[in-house]
T-cell receptor, first 111, second 108 residues
Framework: EAQVTQNPRYLITVTGKKLTVTCSQN?????MSWYRQDPGLGLRQIYY???????DKGDVPEGYKVSRKEKRNFPLILESPSPNQTSLYFC??????????FGSGTRLTVV | SQQGEEDPQALSIQEGENATMNCSYK?????LQWYRQNSGRGLVHLIL?????REKHSGRLRVTLDTSKKSSSLLITASRAADTASYFC????????FGSGTKLNVKP
């Protein structure tokens, strides 16, 4: 089944403790992206990747890192999480001008 | 800044009625896409309309695009309680920009 898999689904962590949210897709898509969703703000793009070893900042990249060492994986790294990074995170992948396939989301709480 | 903006923010209708949601964007686009999100879940792609298309249908969905007004509308005909969800438009010009969404409530 074609899908984007994110882990974990839920995460509660403390300020400053490094964490990684994994994202994997099995559709051989070149394009992958991370979004965060906050009430009243819609989805905002954090980082995106056009292909392996090619990443670029989205609209809200501060406090986040990504890597794209393999086509299928696009992890999101928070080196020193802060409470303002409490949010619902989505990974998505796509091909060409077609629609995105989204993961099920990761609800992160930073206390 | 958000490039896609939906209107209205919330819509409540009775089952069987039609639901219309509008989207405006700010720049030239390659295509515009509509997504659906059930509460707290991932977004599901509904339909894509290219910049050279004016109307597209998929089942009970009808999408129009007016590039001169930089706007699009999504019509859901004969709505069902299961259509209750948030709907987002995404303007695609090299990157995707999502609006804040329209929250649709279909009452049985």
């Amino acid at each position: 089944e074609a899908q984007v898999t994110q882990n974990p689904r839920y995460l509660i962590t403390v300020t400053g403790k490094k964490l990684t949210v994994t994202c994997s897709q099995n559709m051989n898509h070149e394009y992958m992206s991370w979004y965060r969703q906050d009430p009243g703000l819609g989805l905002r793009q954090i980082y995106y990747s056009m292909n392996v070893e090619v990443t670029d900042k989205g609209d809200v990249p501060e406090g986040y890192k990504v890597s794209r060492k393999e086509k299928r994986n696009f992890p999101l790294i928070l080196e020193s999480p802060s409470p303002n990074q409490t949010s619902l995170y989505f990974c998505a992948s796509g091909q060409g001008a077609n629609g995105y396939t989204f993961g099920s989301g990761t609800r992160l709480t930073v206390v | 800044s958000q490039q896609g903006e939906e209107d209205p923010q919330a819509l409540s209708i009775q089952e069987g009625e039609n639901a219309t949601m509008n989207c405006s964007y700010k720049t030239s686009i390659n295509n515009l896409q509509w997504y659906r999100q059930n509460s707290g879940r991932g977004l599901v792609h509904l339909i894509l309309i290219r910049s050279n298309e004016r109307e597209k249908h998929s089942g009970r969905l009808r999408v129009t695009l007016d590039t001169s007004k930089k706007s699009s509308s999504l019509l859901i005909t004969a709505s069902r309680a299961a259509d209750t969800a948030s709907y987002f438009c995404a303007a695609n010009f090299n990157k995707f920009y999502f609006g804040s969404g329209t929250k649709l409530n279909v009452k049985p």
